[in-house]
């Protein structure tokens, strides 16, 4: 199981959002590329890094910043908030990203999906499935769409998806610990996609709960910054 901690970028500065609401935002921090070197240091093999601004608005807003952390270490990166057709997504590559994360595009825009897989791998492209109340929800989390989790997840298995990051939005940000039987099904449903697990971890608890199910990894944002998670220990103890 991957511990890969997560920098949510917000002008310039890492930040968490409380169920994926604007309104709801902590700064923790105006240096991203130290928390990075940090994170590094602790012995992970992968950073999330997703663009809040770009999320919301459809277009890069952090950009220059994903690219100083890319830089800054030598882990895998993955990313995403924003990239919302071919030629954001070519950038994003460019920059040396790893993986690129795909949100709303994949959900609405299918052939841009099969395109991505096509032109740059299936080891390259991650679809994020992002749930509210069972549903999908898209655009920054604004919006909630009629189609249920597995329907998506079924749909994006069948176009050669390969790995997928499942979040919990109501969950997201809050520490209120993770819907252990809900992950449960999505893990088995969504077999055999590597299947990624954000929102709500809080404990080492929720670790030891995870690590029974064997996602292929967790994402780790508050709970790290609010000093609740030991990284460095966590990464020891539960990643493969």
């Known amino acids: ?55 919301f608005k459809g277009r890069f807003q952090n950009f220059e910043v994903v690219k100083e952390i890319r ?4 882990i895998e990166v993955d990313f995403g908030g924003g990239i919302r057709n071919m030629d954001l997504l070519k950038m994003v590559f460019d920059a040396g990203i790893d993986k690129a994360v795909l949100g709303t595009a994949a959900f609405f825009k299918t ?20 749930e509210k109340d069972g549903n999908v929800c898209v655009s920054g989390w604004k919006e909630k769409a009629l189609m249920k989790s597995e329907e998506f997840i079924k749909e994006i298995k069948d176009i050669g998806v ?55 990894g967790v994402i780790i944002g508050r709970a790290i910054y609010d000093g609740l998670i030991d990284l460095k220990e966590s990464v020891r103890k539960y990643q493969n």
């Open 1 to 55: 199981m991957l511990i890969i901690p997560s920098i949510d970028l917000r002008g310039g500065k890492c930040v968490r959002l409380v169920e994926g609401k604007l309104e709801n935002e902590i700064v923790y921090s105006e240096a991203p590329v130290f928390i990075a070197k940090f994170f590094k240091a602790s012995g992970v093999k992968r950073i999330h890094i997703v663009d809040i601004d770009g999320a």
């Open 71 to 74: 830089e800054s270490i030598d």
């Open 111 to 130: 052939d841009f999906l099969k395109d991505a897989i096509k032109i740059f791998g299936k080891e390259r492209i991650c679809v994020s499935v992002d």
């Open 162 to 216: 390969e790995e997928i990051i499942f979040t919990q939005v109501s969950r997201d940000g809050t520490l209120k610990g993770i819907n252990f039987e809900r992950i449960k099904e999505v893990i088995k449903f969504s077999k055999p996609l590597r299947c990624i697990i954000a929102g709500g971890v809080a404990s080492c608890e929720d670790l030891e709960k995870l690590k029974k199910i064997s996602p292929y």
